[in-house]
T-cell receptor, first 114, second 114 residues
Framework: GENVEQHPSTLSVQEGDSAVIKCTYSDSASNYFPWYKQELGKRPQLIID?????GEKKDQRIAVTLNKTAKHFSLHITETQPEDSAVYFCAASRQRGGDYKLSFGAGTTVTVRA | NAGVTQTPKFQVLKTGQSMTLQCAQDMNHEYMSWYRQDPGMGLRLIHY???????DQGEVPNGYNVSRSTTEDFPLRLLSAAPSQTSVYFC?????????????FGPGTRLTVL
């Protein structure tokens, strides 16, 4: 099965600075990579996703990059704000055949210092 | 739409007791799943269903049963609770498969087994 590793496990940044979270995956057939944000005591929610036919995707202050050759993808948050403090999960899945499982990384706790 | 709902929000069990965690969605989603969230381990898939009458095992199925008699409901049964099952449980649904569609999570159930 798919194994997703996520680093770092915790990240503290000054407000206004950038934050980068990196994930690697093991299954070269994986081609869908979503990112979920979970605020304290809340449910995970999708913030951005990328498919293997795209190298980079942006949505306002967040962006995701994908390197299929190296089997890693990253989340970039620019101009961090206090509301960006949360746990972020990366995930990977195959969009093919009868595959119905999304594999998650262990999560990164991001703290934005005022 | 209420989205994905879960009951109860909190539950304390004694070792050996059984119980059912309820999950319902009103979005007519085909795919539903159960995850458990433990510190430092991300979200791990317990069981999933691709439609009414069809269920399958995920990554950590032991000690849990599921059924899917209707499109809307996907209950998770703990047969004989153990302290190792202390966790936060999330139900999720997506329109079809999680490799193509956004997963919507419920608010979670925090379970403690003494």
């Amino acid at each position: 099965g798919e194994n997703v590793e996520q680093h770092p496990s915790t990240l503290s940044v000054q407000e206004g600075d950038s934050a980068v979270i990196k994930c690697t995956y093991s299954d070269s057939a994986s081609n869908y990579f979503p990112w979920y944000k979970q605020e304290l005591g809340k449910r995970p929610q999708l913030i951005i996703d990328i498919r293997s036919n795209v190298g980079e995707k942006k949505d306002q202050r967040i962006a995701v990059t994908l390197n299929k050759t190296a089997k890693h993808f990253s989340l970039h948050i620019t101009e961090t704000q206090p509301e960006d403090s949360a746990v972020y999960f990366c995930a990977a899945s195959r969009q093919r055949g009868g595959d119905y499982k999304l594999s998650f990384g262990a999560g990164t706790t991001v703290t934005v210092r005022a | 739409n209420a989205g994905v709902t879960q009951t109860p929000k909190f539950q304390v069990l004694k070792t050996g007791q059984s119980m059912t965690l309820q999950c319902a969605q009103d979005m007519n989603h085909e795919y539903m799943s159960w995850y458990r969230q433990d510190p430092g381990m991300g979200l791990r898939l317990i069981h999933y269903s691709v439609g009414a009458g069809i269920t399958d095992q995920g990554e950590v199925p032991n000690g849990y049963n599921v059924s899917r008699s209707t499109t809307e409901d996907f209950p998770l049964r703990l047969l004989s609770a153990a302290p190792s099952q202390t966790s936060v449980y999330f139900c999720a649904s997506s329109e079809r498969r999680p490799s193509t569609d956004t997963q919507y999570f419920g608010p979670g159930t925090r379970l403690t087994v003494l």
